[in-house]
Structure formats: C-alpha cells, structure tokens
C-alpha cells in the first residue's frame, strides 16, 4: 500500500488511515474485520467501505464492527485531509497486506500488530536482517562503549541496527551503525510529522539509503508515555535479536526486554551484575548475559548476526510480490538486495542498476528504456518474482515522477507542514491515460475557482528551471603539533621560513589572540574536534582514549552528507595502551596484526591514514610506518634516533636524520591529503591534515637545518623570578626541563627546521587544492594543539605552565568571499570555539553538543559581532608526578592561574608585561583576585556538564 509523491493519497491508504485511527477498533478488531471480510472469496479491500449493511452482516461482521466501518465513513475526508501532509513530505505508507510489511512484526505482535505503518528512507530495510539494541537513555561509560562495539560489528556483518532513536543506548546505537557503513530503522513514539527536528541531520543517510523512520502512529502525534511503551514492543518485534546494554529493574528498557521475551526473542543483555541493575533479574527470566570485554565478543556478535541473516532467509521466502514493491527494489535495492530477493544476476543485474541512474522506473515497461534491455528482460524480472499485476487509474499518478528534479525534495521528508483543512474533497471524474497528452497536467482534486481561472487550457505552462543550491564548502584543516604562532612570518617572526603558510594568511585572516584548551596533546585535539571541553568528552590527559561512542565535527559533518577523512596525528588513543583497550592507535593492537587492512572510520572520519606517535614511536606502527617498512625499509635506520646525528650540546631530543626528504612522514601526510582532495573531488569534504612535528623529539633534516640561522631567532624569553610563590610540583617539572642557553639555542634551531619543512607542506597541499579549483569554496584553518616553550623561562616543550609561547597558538582563516583577505583580528579566541565558528562557516547546522561560541562575525569583518571576553586553560595530572590541577584565565590584559588546592597562583599584567617576567600574584588586590576568581568560576560552569543531544521528548 502506497501513497505517491504528489498530491494525492493512494485510495487504499486512505481507507486503512480511516478504518486504524477513526473506526474506534482495536487493532485486533480491525485485522479481523478484513479478514472476515475477505473470506474465501477475496473480496476487493475498497468494495469494505461502499458495502450495504445486509453485505456487511452477510459478510459476517457484528455490530461493533459494522459501526467502526461507519465511521471510519463518516471521517474519511478527515482522514484524507490528516494524510495530504505526509503525500507532500514524500512518506510512504505500509499497510499489513503489503509484501514490505515486516514479517517479523507481524509473526511477534500477532493481532496486536499496526494495521499500518508509516515510513521515510529505505523501504526495503523493512524485510532485511536486523537486531535492536535499546537501553537507558542515561547509560555508564561501559554500556555506551559495549553499545557502540555491538552496533558497529553488527553494521560490517550486514545486519540492520533497530533502536527508538531515544537520547542515550538508542541514539549511540543508530549513529555508531551509521559511521560504520551500516544501516539502521528509528521506530518512534511519535508521529512521522512530528520528527522533525533530525531531519536534516539524517537527510543525507535517508537520501543515501541507510536509514527507515517507522512510526505506527497518527502523523501528528506527539510524543507520549504510551506512545513509547507501545513503540518498544514495536522495536523488538522487528528484530531477530534483542540486545539490552544498560537497564535498570524498572523503566522502557525493563519493560521492552520482557516484552520481547514474552515475544520468543532471544535477548542478551551486558554481564554486568551490579545490583542497582536489573541485567541478574532479566537473566533469571531467560535472558542470556553477554560476556564483555572478553575475546569471545568478536565471536558472539557474528553468531546473532547469523542468527538475524538465517531467520531473514527463512522469512522472505513468503513474500508476496506486487508491481509497486518491484518497482521500489528495483529503484532503490543494492545489487545485493535484488539479487537476494529474486536471483537476477549477470548482464540483466548489472543494466538494471547501473540504467536507473537516468530511467525513470514507475513501470516495469520502462525497463525496456535501459540500453540493452527489451520485451524479454521484463518479461524475465516478471518470472523471477512471480508477482500479481496491479492496476491504477489515471487519477493516482504522481504530479512529481522524478523527485530528483526539484532541489531540496530531500530535506522535506520529515519537515514540518501546515496541517490541511479537513474538508470534504470535490469529487473528480478519472482522466483515462490516452486522453493526457505529455505536456498537459492532471487537475487537482480540489482544485480553487481562482486556480482554474489562472490556467488558461489543459496545457501545461512552462516550468522555470529550479535555482541550483549552492555547492557545500568543503573544509581543510591543517594542524601542526606544538607549532608556535611567533615562529611564523604572518605574526611577526623576524625571519620567517614559512612563505606557503604566510601566503595563505595573506589570503584570509589572523587570530592573534587564539588560545588552545589544555596544554596536554590528547584533550587539546579532543575539544578541538569536539567543540566540548574536558568535562564534555572526558579526555583529560594524555594516555587515556576517547570515549568512541563521542561525536566529533567529522561524524556531524558526515550525517549531512560529507566525506571525511584525517591524515597524519590523530593522538586519541594512547600509543602505549595495552592490547585490552582497544585503541586504534596503541602499538600493541597494530603488533596483532588487526590493523593489517583497516582504513577507517575512526571517531567520524570515514578514512583514516595515521601516524603514531614522534620519532621512533613513528617507526614502529601506523599506516605511515607500514608504508615506510614495505617500500623503503632501508630508510628506516637513517630515520632512527639511534642512527642520528646528536647536536654539539647533546641534548637528546634535538638531533639530524639524514635521510631521503621524500620518505620523511611530513610529506607522507602532505602526499595523502591531496591524494584525498583529488579522490573526493567536486563532493563536500572536511580532511583533517595532521602534522606530527614540530612537537618534540626536535628532530630535523640538514637540508631544512641549513636554511635556518641563529642570528635571525628571536632570543628565549628568561624569567626566573616568573617562578616565584608557584607550588612545589611546578619547579619540579622545570628543574626537569631546564636546557642550558646553548641548548635552547639549538633545539630553537631544530624546531625552526621543522616548521620549514612542515610550511612545505602546507604549500603542497594548498597548490593541489588550487589546481582543482576547490580554493574558492574550501574553509582552510591552520593552528596547532598548543605551543612549545622552546626554553622560554627555563621550560621545554609542554607541561604544567601556562605561559604565552605554550598557551597561544597560531589560527589563520582563509575563506574567498566570506573572510576579507589580510585581516589581523585581535579579539579572543579559544579552541572551544573552533567547531561553532567553522560550521557556521559552510553554512552547517551547529552541533548540539558544541559549548564553545561561534565567532564567524569576527571573521566575517561584521560589524558588533559577538566577541569573547576571556578563555579557559587547563592541565590535569591526575596519575603521574608532579600531580597537579591548573585552571587558566586568560583576558585581553591579563593572566591568571589558579594552581587547585594551592595557596599559590600566577597573575600578570599582560599590558605592562607581555613577556610575563613578573607574577603579581601575591600582590593582586582582594577585589582584583575575586573579580578574576569569579570570571574563571564562569567560564568553568559554562563548559561543567556535556550538552545532552536533543532527541525529542524522550
């Protein structure tokens, strides 16, 4: 049963719409009635509702019945009107005696099954394997990750993901299916119209065909308690399998899982015994706890996964095939799909797939359109399904036959629509098909005196050509680890080696003041990716990894419709975790031989090329030291710190690798990315080009080392007394990073050489990205995680200190048309700021989870644009020595560390002092300290908790 994408309601939908929300009857009282009423000889569903009422009770029907048809009478203009919303959204309506309606529904809520179900996306994911997983929407960090782990297995074994889409298991389960490739159906306690609010976040998944939203309620119902429950036993009844991953002794989780036991599903549940949860008194019930983590994971998710694909085989066997279902496999199905569904393969397979890119098929006579295709080709798809031919009149035919030809058709499949009168359409006489010539247009069936005056004849008038959206900008960002701001031309450096980077400053524009978020690698590039701070994502030090299950700018970016991928330091995962973690960038799981083939997705990148670690750790694992040992493994050595030439002052981590530039990892990355411009090509992108230098060891190649001279380094910054009244852990990390002046002079001369290489870089990719002509519509941002203190006040590389050279990083912008070309912008900026300001950009939706400000006004030159007055720094060290806790505020004048727990702190007056050589501490006024104590105490609560991800009213 189906509703055409027009203007009008398919005649037996709006008699199953009426007959389900008007007659008053339960559903088993409806399913009886229409049995009963087509008995033996299988009477028309239509002839129903234009019955006497001596046919009725001939037909059997008892007075409850008869009266529910009567109404359903009565209302069907109502009704009518109640379906016109969802005919102009494009939602398809499935009735229970059509050949898509899931058999598994039907077989588990037996008579209690909806009589119809509304649908938008993928139809045919309706008689696909599948397995819900459904949990509470306030899960542990356990259960979050065993969901992400099952949903994802279950997505590469092919299965469908089944979930409510509800805020917590649900959510994590849909989304964690899609970033694997895999496919999901959201069944929700609501109406179809009414779900709005994610449309256009899943507009790209439905148009690529990897999502269904099912709901079996009036379009326009909002959401409800009962709603819910009774949506839950419509999640597990289209699953093979029930997968429980958190649930309390009480609640939708509860009581969905002891629905689908009472269903015969078989339903497994996270071991975990806690007694605040009810997982032990499900089990006692029959269902089965899951092992987890445990190397019998792998294995048990591909059991239930064949479990699903053998009950699916045995199930779509009794599929009755019509036109209309054949015709929407057909336009839709992967070859897989059909091949599955009826056995076509070879040539026929291949035209059928490969022709209905440029084929309208709204008839399987079109098929004989496809080139290489004639009379006999349909006449073989008609055998290979064996279907019954269905009839339609003219008066059923879609005013829109292809919805690819108006723009934006696909971002209203779940947009809100203004409800339609419910008035009692005008009768219209049906327009047999020889009498519509190809250029007239139907009548409406309730078409308005004023319309009928406009138009003037039959004919039709010509139809301007649709205004083309906009391509999307793409987005490029190049990140370098630990890069200085002021060793770049564009903010000032005496002697820039940086032309490439200096050129494309020169194109956009400067942030002067931009500030990263924490001085350690790990959380730094996690709030930059996640526009959350610590307290949002949970990474706060290095050695830890992020939460898969947390969405980045990459995964929000994919779900409309990017392609994504990060090449170089990614630093989310440790590189020395043990096995158990499962870290894609622990050297331990590469040493399995795991990561042998893996490319990707990883924390929303559909592609990934990586680096692990700096300097010898780079050698050992990782696609970069795959590449290196299988195709130059003689470089290897040379490229060893063991092999290296040390520096005459003998600090460890400043030395020269001679080796072949062109095998070095900077140009590995730079390689790659515009490997992966070129592949992406004219579609959206965001690449994340990730640079592992300049960060320490300093280890540099002579022919950079060579264009660098002493002489033209700004000198190091000595501030000793800076070091006054600071706890005593903080000279215990400075005594541990203190170079002599000689060293400083060299390792600044190391550093300055790999930022050579690395500006090298950058003009690489960006003259690739110019001879594709992408320049002009690509938002490019450069910046590091943080700074180094190259021996500024005693220090090196990056700790527990929060000075300028470490805290202060570089951002240029360049964006033709939007960012004005050579602009220095002095206003504040932080890291938590670069998820908001960059998807307003291009032109995206903002992430419900980003806590920073979005600050393209500032970039746009806008006048009275929103500005932020301070920044946050942090630094935790909650396991290793020294243990410390610093929480930075940074204005446009002054600086203030708060050292947690210590009577001591750092205060400077940037406008007096901007090398910081004296701390104030000690010396602030009581107003002055509380004034600064209550501004960081704000920006701490604005970023205390992680923003939930709106999912409706659940």
């Known amino acids: ?510 942030l002067t003041r931009a500030y990263t978020t924490h001085t350690h690698d790990a959380p730094a590039r996690a709030t930059f990716l996640t526009g959350m701070s610590a307290r949002g994502h949970g990474l706060w030090r290095n050695g830890v990894k992020l939460d898969e299950s947390v969405r980045t700018l990459a995964s929000h970016l994919a779900s409309q419709g990017y392609r994504t991928a990060c090449v170089g330091k990614m630093h989310l995962g440790p590189y020395e975790a043990p096995f158990e973690t499962r870290s894609k960038e622990s050297r331990a799981y590469w040493d399995k031989g795991l990561m042998d083939r893996w490319t990707g997705a990883y924390y929303g990148f559909n592609q990934a090329r990586l680096v692990l670690g700096h300097g010898a750790n780079a050698l050992a694992a990782g696609h970069y030291a795959q590449w290196l040992h299988n195709w130059h493994s003689t470089d290897v050595a040379k490229l060893s710190p063991e092999n290296a030439r040390i520096g005459k002052t003998q600090w460890p981590e400043a030395y020269t690798v001679d080796c072949r530039p062109q095998v070095h990892a900077t140009p590995w990355i730079a390689d790659h990315t515009a490997a992966f411009l070129k592949e992406y090509g004219e579609d959206p992108f965001f690449v994340f080009c990730s640079f592992p230098d300049p960060h320490p060891p300093y280890a540099a190649l002579p022919e950079y080392l060579d264009r660098v001279v002493a002489e033209d380094l700004a000198p190091a910054i000595s501030a000793p007394a800076s070091r006054n009244g600071l706890p005593a852990g903080f000279g215990e990390a400075a005594q541990h990073a203190a170079p002599r002046d000689e060293q400083v002079e060299e390792i600044r001369l190391h550093y300055a050489a790999m930022v050579a290489q690395i500006d090298e870089a950058v003009g690489f990719v960006l003259d690739k990205l110019e001879e594709m002509d992408l320049f002009g519509r690509t938002l490019v941002v450069l910046t590091s995680d943080h700074g180094d203190v190259l021996g500024d006040h005693g220090l090196v590389g990056a700790g527990p200190y929060h000075f300028a050279p470490l805290i202060r990083v570089p951002s240029v912008w360049s964006l033709p048309g939007t960012i004005p070309a050579g602009a220095k912008i002095d206003g504040l900026f932080s890291h938590l700021d670069f998820v908001p300001t960059a998807s307003r950009l291009i032109r995206s939706l903002v992430p419900l989870e980003a806590q920073g400000r979005a600050l393209d006004g500032l970039l746009r030159a806008e006048k009275k644009a929103p500005t932020r007055d301070s920044a946050l720094v942090e630094w935790e060290s909650v396991s290793t020595a020294p243990r410390m806790s610093l929480k930075t505020i940074v204005t446009p004048d002054k600086r203030m560390t708060y050292y947690v727990g210590e009577p001591s702190g750092e205060f400077y007056d940037l406008s007096r002092d901007p090398e910081e050589h004296e701390n104030r501490f000690a010396k602030m006024s009581p107003t002055e300290r509380a004034g600064m104590m209550q501004s960081l105490l704000d920006l701490l609560s604005e970023t205390d908790t992680r923003t939930p991800i709106a999912t409706g009213k659940e």
């Not at 309606?101 to 009589?115: D, F, T, V």
């Not at 259960?143 to 299965?159: D, H, K, P, S, W």
Request: neutral net charge; glycine residues 8%.
């Open 1 to 510: 049963m189906r509703m055409d994408k027009g203007t009008t309601v398919d005649a037996d939908t709006g008699l199953w719409y009426a007959l389900t929300y008007h007659s008053q009857l339960t559903h088993s009282e409806v399913h009886a009635l229409v049995e009963q009423w087509r008995g033996e000889k299988d009477r028309p569903f239509a002839d129903l509702f234009n019955a006497s009422l001596d046919d009725l009770k001939w037909a059997g029907l008892t007075d409850r019945q008869w009266e529910g048809i009567e109404r359903a009478r009565r209302e069907m203009p109502a009704a009518r009107a109640e379906l016109d919303p969802c005919t102009v959204a494009g939602i398809e309506a499935v009735s229970c005696v059509d050949a898509l309606y899931p058999a598994r529904l039907a077989s588990s809520l037996g008579a209690s099954r909806p009589p119809l179900l509304f649908c938008s996306g993928n139809l045919r994911l309706l008689t696909k394997a599948s397995v819900a997983v459904i949990g509470s929407r306030k899960p542990s960090e356990p259960a979050v990750r065993f969901t992400a782990e099952t949903a994802t297995r279950l997505a590469t074994e092919g299965v469908t993901v089944v979930s409510g889409f509800a805020e917590g298991v649900d959510r994590y389960a849909s989304m964690a299916a899609l970033e694997a490739g895999g496919t999901t159906i959201l069944v929700l306690a609501q109406g179809i119209l009414t779900f709005a609010r994610e449309g256009e976040e899943l507009a790209p998944w439905l148009k690529q065909g990897r999502i269904l939203v099912v709901s079996a309620f009036r379009p326009r119902s909002e959401w409800q308690t009962p709603l819910a429950m009774a949506r839950n036993a419509m999640i597990t009844g289209m699953a093979s399998d029930v997968v429980v991953s958190h649930s309390r002794s009480v609640g939708g989780a509860w009581e969905a899982a002891r629905m689908a036991l009472r269903q015969g599903k078989c339903v497994w549940v996270r071991g975990d015994l806690n007694p605040n949860l009810g997982h032990g008194a499900l089990s006692s019930l029959g269902a089965r706890l899951v092992d987890w983590p445990s190397d019998e994971f792998d294995a048990w998710a591909q059991s239930i996964a064949q479990h699903a694909h053998g009950e699916h085989a045995g199930r779509t066997a009794s599929v009755r095939w019509t036109e209309s279902s054949v015709l929407e496999l057909l336009r839709t199905g992967s070859p897989a799909d059909i091949h599955e569904a009826c056995g076509i393969t070879g040539s026929l397979l291949q035209r059928i797939v490969e022709g209905r890119e440029t084929v309208s098929l709204k008839r399987l006579e079109d098929l004989m359109e496809i080139k290489g295709l004639g009379e006999a080709a349909v006449q073989e798809v008609r055998a290979a399904f064996e279907f019954k031919t269905e009839t339609r009149d003219a008066s059923q035919l879609s005013l829109f036959p292809e919805i690819e030809e108006y723009p934006g058709w696909d971002g209203r499949i779940l947009r809100e629509t203004p409800s339609a009168p419910a008035r009692k359409p005008r009768p219209v006489e049906p327009v047999p098909p020889s009498e519509i010539a190809e250029t007239e247009t139907i009548p409406l069936a309730d078409e308005s005196p004023a319309a009928k005056k406009t138009r003037k004849s039959k004919r039709a008038q010509p139809v301007p050509a649709p205004t083309p959206k906009p391509p999307k900008t793409n987005l490029l960002v190049l990140m370098a680890s630990g890069l200085r701001a002021d060793f770049l031309g564009c903010y000032g450096a005496a002697a820039p080696a940086t032309p490439y980077i200096d050129r494309l400053a020169s194109r956009g524009a400067v």
